[in-house]
Every structure is written in C-alpha cells, then in structure tokens.
C-alpha cells in the first residue's frame, strides 16, 4: 500500500447525512482513483481526478456523489444524503509506474 | 461482455503446495496491463504482480508467477509453497490503453482462496 493513505477507515453515517472520505496519493503525484467495492464484489472504478482536474468521472453515479482533487489538500469523495445502498468499501489508488498501482487502505462506509 | 472474467468457485489448497487461479480477459486494445490484487480479510487491497500485454516473459515475484496466455487471453495466477496466510480474495484485474494513459482498472468479481494446514 506504499504510501497512498485514506481517512477515515470506517465511517458510519445514518442515512440522509452526508459522508466525506479523504485521499491522499503516493508521495509526489498529483493523481488519484477512486473505486467502490460492494459486498461480495470486485471494485469498480468511479472518478479519475488529477489535481484541480476531473479527468474520468464516467464511473460515478449522477446524482449525490462528487469528488474533488484541490490544489491543496487530500482528495475528497464526497455522498450527499446517503442511503443504505451506499454502504460500500471505497478505496483510492495512484498509480507511480506503468506497472504498478497502489491502493489505500480503505473506507468502509456503513449507512445506518 | 465482461471484461475480466473470474468463474472459479471458492479454491482450496494444502499447505506447502501450488495452486492456480484463473483469469481470462477481453480487450481489442493492442496495449493492456494484467494485474493481480491480493485482499486478505482486513479488507485491504495488496498488489501482487504484473504483466504488460508486450511482455516477451511471464512476470514472476517471489511465490507469485503469472501464466500469460496471450492468444487465449488469459492470465493465470500461479501461487507456490502456499501458505496459510495466502488465505484471501484475489482479484484479477485489467488496464486497457497506453502507458501513462488514463489508468484506470477494470476488476475481476474474485476468487476466494483457502490454504489447509
């Protein structure tokens, strides 16, 4: 997991609040991925962003989820009014060298 | 169509000895990665080895080999002298396009592997 760093590892949210998950790639590069694995289920990719840049988002549902990668600062996978549907494992990833990518350990969200 | 495809059910294997774990792939890109992704019940995911679509060799890593299969498009994953605790998901997965390229991973629904003492 060299390096790329999430927060928090759990997060439990009641359903209708809001949930915020942080990012922070490997040391020195300016882009991250963010994936979501549903119970049982392999990832599944969601938003690519560098920073201040979107790049890929075609992976992220059209409504209540954002995310966003500042100049300054961690990324931020942001879910507006959660629903149970939403509870998932969401990790991020950054890739240093063609062959390699590296993920975070993860958040677990849990909707209540 | 899926473009990883992990049909094996749940494997078992003894203690000590190799074990393989299935992965084919569909792309029409001529430049792909193949990725192997280790996730142990802490739920973190681990990289374990990986294999360019022009690589001349098989990528190996200590116990992991990787068994390219390009006409077949498959891309098996050899575990040696198993461990207990190989004992984990793991997950195939793909990188379609150019190095340096958009990155981003397609994944495989994963197998679960158990190691017996």
């Known amino acids: 997991n060299a390096g790329v760093m999430q927060n928090p590892r759990h997060l439990v949210r009641r359903r209708g609040q809001e949930a915020r998950l942080r990012c922070s790639p490997m040391?020195?590069?300016?882009?991250v991925y963010w994936y979501r694995q549903l119970p049982e289920e392999g990832l599944k990719f969601m938003v690519y962003?560098?920073?201040?840049?979107?790049?890929?988002e075609s992976g992220m549902p059209k409504e209540r989820f954002s995310a966003e990668f500042p100049k300054e600062g961690p990324s931020i996978l942001r879910i507006q009014q959660v629903v149970r549907g939403d509870s998932a494992a969401y990790f991020c990833?950054?890739?240093?060298?063609?062959?390699?990518?590296?993920f975070g350990q993860g958040t677990r969200l849990t909707v209540v | 169509a899926q473009k990883i495809t992990q049909t094996q059910p749940g494997m078992f294997v003894q203690e000590k000895e190799a074990v393989t774990l299935d992965c084919t792939y569909d792309?029409?890109?001529?430049?792909?990665?193949l990725f192997w992704y280790k996730q142990p019940s802490s739920g973190e995911m681990i990289f374990l080895i990986y294999?360019?679509?022009?690589?001349?060799q098989n990528a190996t890593e200590g116990r992991y080999s990787l068994n390219f299969q390009k006409a077949r498009k498959s891309a098996n994953l050899v575990i040696s002298a198993s461990q207990l605790g190989d004992s984990a998901m793991y997950f195939c997965a793909m990188r379609e396009g150019l190095a340096g390229a958009n990155s981003k991973l397609t994944f495989g629904k994963g197998i679960t592997l158990s190691v017996r003492p």
């Open positions: 990833a950054s890739s240093p060298r063609d062959r390699e990518a590296f």
């Open positions: 294999q360019g679509s022009y690589d001349q």
């Open positions: 792309t029409s890109d001529p430049s792909y990665g």
């Open positions: 962003l560098q920073k201040e840049n979107i790049i890929d």
């Open positions: 040391k020195g590069h300016s882009h």
